[in-house]
Nanobody, 120 residues
Framework: QVQLVESGGGLVQTGGSLRLSCTAS????????MGWYRQAPGKQRESVVV???????SYADFAKGRFTISRDSAKNTVTLQMNSLAPDDTAVYYC??????????????WGQGTQVTVSS
């Protein structure tokens, strides 16, 4: 079973920055697309940014110009740098990966979520 281990998040003031990291555990894990989603209270989960195995990225409009994703494919790790944070960015952020173990089919995997709170 693939596990996604997240770190980062927390409380920050408006205009501040935070960095989230996520690693797909296991030396035999293979990942394809990875990225971040978020879910605010009372709202549906939405995509923040996804990065493919070849480095192509797809950002949500609200993330463009403020958030930057990077990937270390050798370590199956993605990092999300979030700048100029606003109260509307307050949400639980979930790491996502399309991943598989040897001899197992590809599956969509999710981290446990990390809280990001932006105070006004």
């Amino acid at each position: 079973q693939v596990q996604l281990v997240e770190s980062g998040g927390g409380l920050v003031q408006t205009g501040g920055s935070l960095r989230l990291s996520c690693t797909a555990s296991g030396s035999t894990v293979t990942t394809n697309a990875m990225g971040w989603y978020r879910q605010a209270p009372g709202k549906q989960r939405e995509s923040v940014v996804v990065i493919t195995s070849d480095g192509s990225t797809s950002y949500a409009d609200f993330a463009k110009g403020r958030f930057t994703i990077s990937r270390d494919s050798a370590k199956n790790t993605v990092t999300l740098q979030m700048n100029s944070l606003a109260p509307d960015d307050t949400a639980v952020y979930y790491c996502y990966a399309r991943a598989r173990l040897p001899w197992v089919a590809w599956s969509d995997c999710w981290g446990q979520g990390t809280q990001v709170t932006v105070s006004s």
